[in-house]
């Protein structure tokens, strides 16, 4: 079964393990194309190469690098009749050119297609954008979703084909793990990681952490227009001294949430965007870290009883949770066992991995039925 996925999201080093699963997978024969970077709002994102064993990996220009609309591969058309797909993962929304683009070439070449989509919002585009979103719903072999939500949207707007819902990427336990030597005592540490956009709640956060006494420290590990703010209102707060600002590599990932007491995502629903999934959720738990979450979007579904869920906006109902937490190690521990538990149950990498292939042997399994 050759297969030829396109991913911009795969140029992050820790999404390649879920490659290196697929391969392991029988007859699987694989080849993920992607950018050489990728720009969004905490700026250039470029390749890191750290899984890549048992498939081929190979980088393909990219025009109109961070227009999330228009962005296409122009070379996509030569690579598909080079290696000759059975199947073509698009991974990619079905409004975006990229998809259009790549469909247009799977099918010139006969080859089963499918799209993954986040999009947990039913949005009303302009009427080119939503002409091509139709062609990709009435063209296309097979859906992937990432939550049940997303799964809605599509249906509400007319997608009638086979459809699964699977996250994206999960977490490899053999690395984001809990510390060999589990911390004791000392500063409290929360940790908030993601883009530094005003949805993401970094504030809300800043003003629920002027509420909490004794001693603690707040670790943002991002980038994105609203660090400047960010770092103003702790200022503002007084909270200069107790407020790190970092970026790191996600290959540095697993050891940042080994040192941190608690990971908080207090995400804000907005008109335009609710949280999709919140990665960083199961990449924390894996590594036996508490999660205290919003209500916003998917998050509630993807802690379930292993975290704390609050309501978004609430800065009082998330300062006592941190409070209450801060103040209770025995509370951290159960939070710990749990969240690992909920994702060796449900969020491994070989399991998304295995689901994926799952799909892709029905898509080959319809191209047998439909020969003569």
């Known amino acids: 079964m050759r297969v030829l996925m396109l991913s911009k999201a795969c140029v992050v080093g820790t999404y390649q393990r879920k490659l290196e699963e697929m391969a392991r997978l029988p007859d699987v024969d694989l080849r993920v194309l992607v950018p050489p970077g990728w720009r969004d709002q905490r700026g250039m994102l470029h390749l890191e190469r750290a899984y890549v064993n048992g498939y081929d990996l190979r980088v393909t220009p990219l025009r109109f690098n961070g227009a999330f609309h228009l962005h296409y591969y122009p070379q ?49 585009y302009p009427w080119i954008v939503r002409r091509g979103e139709q062609w990709v719903l009435r063209t296309v072999d097979y859906a992937i979703v990432g939550t049940q ?34 911390r004791q005592g000392g500063t409290f540490t929360v940790g908030f990681v993601g ?46 001294d107790r ?18 007491d608690v990971l908080v995502v207090p995400s804000l629903t907005r008109p335009n ?37 609050v309501p978004e906006s609430r800065v009082d109902a998330l300062a006592n949770t941190l409070r209450q937490l801060m103040q209770s190690p025995e509370q951290r521990r159960d939070l710990a066992e749990r969240g690992r538990r909920r994702v060796m149950s449900f969020f491994t990498q070989a399991q998304v991995a295995a689901q994926t292939v799952d799909v892709y042997r029905q898509l080959i399994e319809t191209l047998s039925d439909a020969r003569p």
């Not at 993962?89 to 986040?118: K, Q, V």
């Not at 707007?157 to 990427?169: D, E, M, N, S, T």
């Not at 407020?243 to 941190?260: A, N």
């Not at 999709?276 to 993807?302: D, K, L, N, T, W």
Request: proline share 7%; with cysteine.
């Open 195 to 240: 883009r530094l956009v005003e949805e993401k709640g970094g504030a809300l956060l800043l003003d629920a952490l002027a509420h909490l006494d004794g001693v603690w420290q707040l670790d943002i590990i991002g980038d994105g227009p609203c660090k400047a703010a960010w770092i103003e209102q702790a200022r503002h707060l007084h909270l200069s």
């Open 149 to 182: 939500s997303a799964a809605d949207v599509w249906r509400q707007k007319g997608y009638h084909g086979p459809l699964a819902v699977i996250p994206q990427f999960g977490v490899d336990p053999d690395i984001f793990k809990p510390s060999e030597r589990p």
């Open 273 to 309: 965007w609710k949280e999709q999934f919140g990665r960083v959720i199961i990449e924390a738990m894996a590594c036996g870290v508490p999660v205290i979450g919003s209500s916003s979007g998917a998050i509630p579904g993807v802690i379930g009883d292993a975290g704390i869920v």
């Open 76 to 124: 996509f058309g030569r690579q598909v009749r080079a290696f000759q797909p059975d199947i073509v993962h698009i991974d990619e929304e079905p409004y975006n050119l990229a998809t259009w683009h790549a469909l247009r070439h799977a099918r010139r070449a006969g080859a089963r297609t499918l799209f993954f989509s986040w999009q947990n919002i039913n949005r009303r």
């Open 243 to 260: 407020v790190v600002f970092d970026t790191l590599p996600s290959t540095r990932m697993p050891g940042y949430y080994q040192g941190i």
